[in-house]
């Protein structure tokens, strides 16, 4: 018997960051869209104790120890239920890693949902969410999906309507960033200025009710643009090559390195793909939709 659950990568419309907390975190004002790139986590029972393996085309980048946020997320699990974390959990790998599309927080949630049906713990979605703010950030908005305003450090979700489905390209990049580096390069160029108070954009909020493409481009913002370009200066070419190509909307995915295109259309979508693919800091271009769900029992 197993369980596989399906979960999403996300892009960040907006990402106001605010200044350092006392506990090292930034508070956020992160909405959230769920997009179809997907991991999978399938989990069977293994009688000799917690075991991951990995495939796909960055397993290598993968860590198969108990670092890994799908093992953390089993072990949370079974530490809360008083039960042994005896499980196989395979993740079949799509999502870039360290690629600031959520794709290690995508497994951790995939994780706990797959586990929790696997033994049956019968958990509440609370605290299903509980763990997953446990575990990062991201981790709540992969179990919820769809698009949400995060607050806090992001773990605090408030689901949004979106009125349609956006049409992006993602360009993979040649080498990975560290997030806790890049909030650290935010930090040393904020360094000297006044940071104010991160609050959700009611144009972005307006664009994804609507399903406005042409005004959620015009709306969309990452603070943590400028760190991710500073320590990656050759991705400010693959923004200006999907613009050329017709891109109505390039930022940096989170703390990146992927940059994100939001194109007018699907055919729009694989042209402007097509063309990031030759551009020097561009390791593979993809295109998919979103909102999607979050985390599914297949
Ligand atoms: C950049 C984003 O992906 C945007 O959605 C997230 O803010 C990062 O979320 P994540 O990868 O789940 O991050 P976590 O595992 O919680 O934290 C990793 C590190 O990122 C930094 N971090 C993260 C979130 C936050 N609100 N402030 C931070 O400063 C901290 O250095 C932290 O040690
Ligand atoms: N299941 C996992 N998949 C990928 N990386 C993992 C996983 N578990 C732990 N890691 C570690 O986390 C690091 C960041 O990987 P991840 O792919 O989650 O980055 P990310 O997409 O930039 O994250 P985010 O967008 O949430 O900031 C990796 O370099 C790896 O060492």
Redo the contacts with the bound molecule.
């Keep these: 018997m197993s369980v596989t659950v399906r979960v999403p990568a996300?892009v960040?419309v907006q990402?106001a960051v605010g200044a350092?907390r006392p506990d090292?975190?930034?508070?956020?004002a992160?909405v959230?869209l769920a997009v179809g790139l997907y991991d999978e986590v399938t989990a069977t029972p293994s009688p000799d104790g917690l075991r991951i393996t990995c495939d796909g085309p960055d397993a290598a980048q993968v860590p198969l120890d108990r670092t890994n946020l799908a093992a953390r997320a089993a072990l949370a699990l079974a530490e809360r239920y008083g039960r042994a974390p005896d499980v196989h959990l395979h993740i079949a790998k799509d999502i870039p890693v360290a690629g600031?599309m959520?794709g290690?927080?995508a497994d951790g949630a995939g994780a706990l949902l797959a586990c929790d049906a696997l033994w049956g713990t019968g958990a509440s979605r609370e605290e299903l969410l509980d763990i997953c703010a446990d575990l990062?950030?991201?981790?709540p908005f992969s179990l919820v999906g769809g698009a949400a305003l995060?607050t806090g450090?992001?773990e605090r979700l408030t689901e949004l309507e979106v009125g349609g489905a956006f049409h992006w390209v993602f360009a993979t990049a040649t080498r990975g960033l560290s997030?806790?580096a890049?909030?650290?390069e935010f930090d040393r160029l904020a360094e000297g200025r006044d940071i104010s108070e991160p609050t959700a954009s009611r144009p972005v909020l307006d664009a994804l009710a609507k399903g406005d493409p042409d005004a959620l481009a015009a709306a969309v913002t990452n603070d943590?643009q400028p760190a991710a370009l500073s320590l990656f200066p050759d991705l400010s070419a693959t923004l200006a090559a999907g613009r050329e190509a017709g891109a109505l909307a390039a930022l940096v995915s989170?703390?990146g390195p992927t940059t994100a295109f939001l194109a007018r259309d699907e055919e729009t979508a694989e042209k402007i793909a097509e063309a990031l693919r030759s551009t020097p800091a561009c390791r593979t271009a993809r295109t998919a939709t979103g909102p999607v769900p979050g985390a599914t029992v297949l």
């Design positions: 996300k960040n990402l350092a090292g975190f930034h508070e956020l992160n959230f600031g959520a290690g927080s990062g950030s991201d981790v995060g450090r992001g997030t806790p890049v909030f650290r943590l989170g703390s």
